[in-house]
């Protein structure tokens, strides 16, 4: 018999992709982790299931507690996945300003969703402080604080690298990965460091995030802005501290949306845009470093996410980016 005992126990072990259409005009294995394949659609579920074992272990978190945390994104929804597995209550602060598509999908999955301003970070109304203040106001109930949570690393440090590790049978020259919290980078360039440390572990980064600058000069510096969601940063965060970097490469817009698109009409895979960061990168690097390589990105969640924006002719036209050949 082969029965998963619960939602949480279908977490990860997700297929690692050989993406054929780049591989075969680079020369290089280059794959994607599925994380799309998760119950709750993204790579987020990792991070979301650690934090709350975490919490429960240290004993912050009781039958019929809360989790609470601001974000519109994969965490909140694979938070409130999990939430309902496990019978806790869900709190989720989102800033007014996000699509309503996400609002309405946390509402159907039984989130509380509160809506504040979308105000700066030194605003007490800024909606991560909301959550932070909820979680202290209300009783057992914690903070799920997925930027500076190291259990959100732990996740990928304990199963994302691994996997990773196992599926290749060691045989992995460069890893590469865009970061948000930077979980699921740090997790799993630690792991595969130790691993063997000649493994590269490279960052791809959007437009707007200052990631690049800060490897490349040592200061942390943004140009420009992305229409990706989920990925890029001005601060190093608790999660990718001390992580090991060996190099960044910033992809724009333009090629992560022509990435996606290639990826749908050659590869069968729909995916969403920061995948086209991701896989964008990895194929630039793969250009770098010759044929005969094998590099591992990640497949964070599917396209479906994200069907009236970059997959929405008239709003990519908006964005300036259509006209695009695919
Ligand atoms: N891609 C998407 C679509 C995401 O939602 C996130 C998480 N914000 C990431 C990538 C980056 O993951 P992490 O937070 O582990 O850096």
Redesign the pocket.
Known sequence: MDIKKDLINTIGNTPLIRIKSYSEETGCNILGKAEFLNPGG???DR?ASYIIKNAEEKGLLKPGGTVVEG?A???GIGLAHICNAKGYKCIIVVPETQSQEKIDLLKILGADVRLVPAVPYKNPENYVKVSSRLAKEIDNAVWAN?FDNLA??EA?YKTTGPEIWNQTDGKIDAWI?????????AGTALFLKEQNPKIKCIIADPMGSGLYSYVKTGEIKSEGNSI????GNSRITA?MQGAPIDDAIQINDHTAIQVINQLLSHDGLFM????GI?VGAAVALAKKLGPGHTIVT?L??GGARYQSRIYNKKWLKEKGLLNIEC
């Open positions: 993204s790579v987020k991070a974000t994104g994969n965490t997925q959100n690393r990928h990965s865009a970061t948000g919290t930077g979980g699921t980078y990706t969601e989920g990925i999660n969403g845009g920061s995948v991701n990640v964070c969640d």
